[in-house]
């Protein structure tokens, strides 16, 4: 017997990435995203999915480009942390004591403690849904020596992560899943 479920569940383990958008000395941010993939090699091109409300998306939206972080296992309460507060409320950089840099190729600072960077300039963004689509391409990548050979390891989202993060619309489909 099958039974419905939450098609989230089904979607992890994935990579956390920290992505950064706006500028050093002005106005940046760092948001927690899972939803980020690999779209097209040549050229290439990566997709990144953010909430329409969040702050971010309103700085990607206006200055085009953006970076995504790879941070080490050790950065996961950081990862969550900026997974649930809002950069309207807050300065994620102050509140983390996570280090911005200047990126080789793009206004947006990278995080210092993270282990790998991809520096990306939007192409196209397209509404879906609760979140916007920002297919992106890839103009700078470097990351560790470390983690390239495989001597430090990156944070996967695991388990209950959908669900933290996610948790207004799990509430919501469970409601609808348990009226029926």
């Known amino acids: 017997m099958k039974i419905e479920v939450e098609y989230l569940q089904f979607m992890w383990p994935m990579r956390h990435f920290l992505i950064t958008c706006g500028?050093?000395?002005?106005?940046?941010?760092?948001i927690a995203v899972s939803f980020c993939m690999p779209v097209s090699k040549e050229p290439p091109?990566?997709?990144?999915?953010?909430?329409?409300?969040?702050?971010?998306?309103?700085?990607?939206?206006?200055?085009?480009?953006?970076?995504?972080?790879?941070?080490?296992?050790?950065?996961?309460?950081?990862i969550y942390y900026c997974g649930f507060h809002?950069?309207?409320q807050i300065d994620k950089f102050k509140e983390t004591n996570l280090t911005p840099q200047p990126a080789r190729?793009?206004?947006?600072?990278i995080i210092k403690e993270c282990v790998a960077h991809m520096e990306c300039k939007v192409k196209q963004e397209i509404e879906t849904?609760?979140?916007?689509?920002?297919?992106?391409?890839?103009?700078?990548a470097?990351?560790?020596?470390?983690?390239?050979?495989?001597?430090?390891?990156?944070e996967y989202a695991k388990g209950?992560?959908?669900?933290k993060v996610y948790s207004t619309r799990f509430k919501r489909w469970l409601s609808t899943a348990q009226r029926k």
């Open 129 to 140: 849904g609760d979140k916007n689509l920002f297919i992106s391409e890839v103009v700078e």
């Open 105 to 109: 190729k793009v206004r947006a600072p």
């Open 142 to 154: 470097y990351a560790d020596e470390a983690i390239v050979k495989g001597e430090r390891k990156a």
């Open 160 to 163: 209950d992560f959908p669900r």
């Open 23 to 30: 500028e050093i000395g002005g106005k940046s941010n760092i």
């Open 45 to 78: 091109l990566i997709a990144c999915a953010i909430g329409k409300e969040a702050y971010s998306c309103k700085l990607i939206e206006s200055a085009k480009e953006f970076i995504v972080n790879v941070p080490p296992k050790e950065l996961r309460p950081k």
């Open 86 to 88: 809002s950069g309207y």
